[in-house]
Nanobody, 115 residues
Framework: VQLQASGGGLVQAGGSVTLSCAAS????????IGWYRQAPGKQRELLAT???????NIADSVKGRFTISRDSAKNTVYLRMNSLKPEDTAVYFC??????????WGQGTQVTVSS
């Protein structure tokens, strides 16, 4: 299965962005999809996950500001990011949890938050 992240761009601090992750097959066939980010000079960070049955989890570091959701009809997972801060600037990726653990990554989408 291929997952493609999109929707990044330049946003002012305090603003919001919704990222999209389009899957090449039904979300119900993918055990867990995660949203990750990697800032310059930092390790990749897991932000949120959603399971095949729709259960979600948000990392403590972004809880209250980020939410994960999906549209099964569109085979798309979303990451809504509110109250953005300059430190949220990073490349954002979506990936199957299993591929992430195996070190297989696709292209991400850049989010830049200006102060």
């Amino acid at each position: 299965v291929q997952l493609q992240a999109s929707g990044g761009g330049l946003v002012q601090a305090g603003g919001s962005v919704t990222l999209s992750c389009a899957a090449s097959r039904s979300l119900k066939t993918i055990s867990v999809i995660g949203w990750y980010r990697q800032a310059p000079g930092k390790q990749r960070e897991l932000l949120a996950t959603i399971t095949a049955v729709g259960s979600t989890n948000i990392a403590d570091s972004v809880k209250g500001r980020f939410t994960i959701s999906r549209d099964s009809a569109k085979n798309t997972v979303y990451l809504r990011m509110n109250s953005l801060k300059p430190e949220d600037t990073a490349v954002y990726f979506c990936n199957k949890l299993s591929d992430a653990r195996s070190g297989r990554w696709g292209q991400g989408t850049q989010v830049t938050v200006s102060s």
